[in-house]
């Protein structure tokens, strides 16, 4: 049962532009998410997050926007760069749960110059 | 600040054999996870300690998978007898359980079973 999903498989952007990926969760006793990017043959390396009391949190280029009500949470990177391309999670976790985290399947972000 | 250790990093066995993965966080980080990742799907939860103690493991499938982490630092993980199905990235995180902490990943385990 996918918690958290990312129904966006693959991106391409122009450098430059803005990156917009997109994850949607069902379960409503998140209460954190994050987001992770990862490389081929490294582990997930964590970007940035948002708490559930708040709806935006902004870190340089990146930026996260929650909107609870409709479950859906995106990350903006503004202006994108040939090194951003790599693979995205969303990721969300319960703090009543042990904080373990419930990833999405990624998007794949490439960044064309 | 040292991060998340991971040993092997590549492993090729057949199936039924049995495998050994370990793991060494960050120090001072009293949680410890490990999550398979298949490929094209993202990690899933296989266990989940706090210092030397299980805190979920209600997705490991305890018949075939073991894991342990003596002294609360270091954690192995254990696949015996293998699969086919279990072919895919173990990964370890580390993190204090504290909430708004960050989990950082080591560089995972790809395992082939064959």
């Known amino acids: 049962d996918q918690q958290v999903k990312q129904n966006s498989p693959s991106l391409s952007v122009q450098e430059g532009r803005i990156s917009i990926l997109n994850c949607d969760y069902t379960?409503?006793?998140?209460?954190?998410f994050l987001w992770y990017k990862k490389y081929p043959a490294e582990g997930p390396t964590f970007l940035i997050s948002?708490?559930?009391?708040?709806d935006k949190n902004e870190d340089g280029r990146f930026t996260v926007f929650l909107n609870k009500s409709a479950k859906h949470l995106s990350l903006h990177i503004v202006p994108s760069q040939p090194g951003d391309s790599a693979v995205y999670f969303c990721a969300a976790s319960n703090s009543n749960s042990g904080y373990a985290l419930n990833f999405g399947k990624g998007t794949s972000l490439l960044v064309t110059p | 600040e040292a991060g998340v250790a991971q040993s092997p990093r590549y492993k090729i066995i057949e199936k039924r054999q049995s495998v050994a993965f370990w793991c060494n966080p960050i120090s001072g980080h009293a949680t410890l996870y490990w999550y398979q990742q298949i490929l094209g799907q993202g990690p899933k939860l296989l266990i989940q300690f706090q210092n030397n103690g299980v805190v979920d493991d209600s997705q490991l499938p305890k018949d075939r998978f073991s894991a342990e982490r003596l002294k609360g630092v270091d954690s192995t993980l254990k696949i015996q007898p293998a699969k086919l199905e279990d072919s895919a990235v173990y990964l370890c995180?580390?993190?204090?359980?504290?909430?708004?902490?960050?989990?950082?990943f080591g560089p995972g385990t790809r395992l082939l079973v064959l």
């Open positions: 379960n409503s006793m998140f209460d954190y």
């Open positions: 948002i708490s559930s009391i708040k």
């Open positions: 995180a580390s993190s204090f359980l504290r909430f708004g902490e960050t989990q950082y």
